[in-house]
């Protein structure tokens, strides 16, 4: 059976985007180690309360661009209020500044992406680029990596991607396969509407977690390894 439609993630598919947070996460849990002098928690501690406070707000704010910068202004005021420190006004607006920095480009595809994808395409193969997140920010992510140019359309969602994969692939799922880092929206999604399903792992937050038997699905360490991959699914 060929496959004939490919739909790809963005963040951590074919761009690079969780390491945009590593150096505002450090840098805002010093901002709060600073602000609370000696009755502050131990780093661990905040870090993990901060991821609490962050997962929490998936579902008020979805993976708009203000929930990040919120969750650590929160966290912030939860340990101020636990410590007796009165909250600063300061603070709160250099945590807002510095956690917003993730989304600074620039945005670039990784390295041999575009030729996987090219070689995709020479095949016949339809390719779809499938986003959750900001529509402006992801946007801005997609012309800035130049993939328009290599992808037969682009769809960004606010949260969920599996009506999209379903108006893709129509009635024929089993020609269609799925790639992505997140079990839970790429993976899962796939599976369920009976398409191949690609996982490419990658060091990011627990929300892309999901348990699903690793035989309902193909894994790949980097977006190069997939041409080879689907003819080998299509020989199998």
């Not at 131990?42 to 929490?56: R, S, V």
């Not at 977690?209 to 193909?218: L, R, S, V």
């Amino acid at each position: 059976m060929k496959i004939r439609k490919i739909c790809l993630d963005l963040d951590d598919t074919l761009i690079p985007n969780t390491y945009k947070y590593h150096g505002p996460i450090l840098r805002c849990a010093m901002i709060v180690v600073r602000a609370l002098g000696h009755r502050s928690v131990y780093p661990p501690e905040l870090l993990k309360i901060q991821m609490e406070i962050d997962l929490g707000l998936v579902n008020e704010k979805g993976f708009s661009t203000d929930r990040f910068p919120l969750s650590w202004v929160l966290t912030y005021e939860r340990l101020a209020g636990l410590a007796g420190v009165p909250i600063d006004p300061k603070v709160v607006e250099r945590l807002r500044s510095v956690a917003s920095e993730f989304q600074r480009g620039p945005f670039r595809m990784f390295p041999g992406a575009k030729r996987a994808l090219r070689r995709l395409a020479k095949e016949g193969r339809e390719l779809h680029v499938i986003t959750a997140g900001d529509e402006t920010l992801q946007w801005r992510k997609i012309d800035e990596a130049g993939i328009a140019s290599y992808v037969d359309s682009v769809h960004v969602t606010p949260m969920k991607k599996k009506d999209i994969l379903a108006s893709i692939v129509k009635d024929r799922p089993q020609e269609g396969a799925m790639v992505g880092d997140s079990k839970k929206s790429d993976i899962l999604p796939a599976i369920e509407l009976g398409m191949a399903a690609i996982w490419l792992p990658s060091e990011t937050w627990s929300f892309v977690n999901a348990d699903i038997d690793e035989t309902k699905y193909h894994r790949i360490k980097a977006v190069t390894e997939l041409p080879d991959l689907i003819r080998k699914l299509e020989t199998a």
